[in-house]
Every structure is written in C-alpha cells, then in structure tokens.
Nanobody
Framework: QVQLVESGGGLVQAGGSLRLSCAASGRTLNSYVMGWFRQAPGKEREFVALINRGGSSTLYADSVKGRFTISRDNAKNTVYLQMTSLKPDDTAVYYC???????????????WGQGTQVTVSS
C-alpha cells in the first residue's frame, strides 16, 4: 500500500499563500486518484480537492474553488495543493489521501497521510 507524507504547512497571514506537498512511497502515485481533505478543531473532516490519475480532471469544494489548485507530478510521486487568498476559516490540519474512485467522500480513500497544520491569522 502507498505511504503518504504531507509537508508545507505553517502559519500565514490572511490573504497569503502556501503550497502543500504530499510525497508518496511504496507504490507509484499514478495508480491512485488523489485527494486533499482538512479537519478544523471540533469539526468533521471535509473534502477540499480531488485529482484523477492523469491530472486531467479536478474537483474542488465550493469553499476553496478559485483559490486552491490541486496538481500532481507522477514522475516525482508527489501531489500538490497550491493555496492562495487564504482565510482564517482555512485553518485546519490538511491531509492527502489515495483511492481508486473519483469520489469526494472520505470513505472512497484508504491511504492517508499524517496531516500538516495550516494556520491562517487574521
């Protein structure tokens, strides 16, 4: 099974940008649909973005559409989440996940990273 490690989180002011990375090992990333999810304190994990195996199709939560961009470099076994115009409501632990279906529900994914904290100050 694929192992996933996120990086790139941190503290940023509102309006700023961050790029998260998710590095895969154990299996080649092009075998998987990849997603990003997030979980804020006291809230359920929620879908953020999704990308198909070849990178030609993406899907975004309404709350991040136009601000976040998911991409992948299968040659580097890495998935990215470029986040711009960040808001305090984007504060959460961000997780990448691997699955087989182009499906925004968390139950469609079976390999998860440990998460990276993103904190947006006002």
């Amino acid at each position: 099974q694929v192992q996933l490690v996120e990086s790139g989180g941190g503290l940023v002011q509102a309006g700023g940008s961050l790029r998260l990375s998710c590095a895969a090992s154990g299996r080649t990333l092009n075998s998987y649909v990849m997603g990003w999810f997030r979980q804020a304190p006291g809230k359920e994990r929620e879908f953020v973005a999704l990308i198909n195996r070849g990178g030609s199709s993406t899907l975004y939560a309404d709350s991040v559409k136009g601000r976040f961009t998911i991409s992948r470099d299968n040659a580097k076994n890495t998935v990215y989440l470029q986040m711009t115009s960040l808001k305090p409501d984007d504060t959460a632990v961000y997780y990448c996940a691997a699955g087989q279906s182009f499906d925004a529900s968390a139950r469609a994914f079976y390999s998860w990273g440990q998460g990276t904290q993103v904190t947006v100050s006002s």
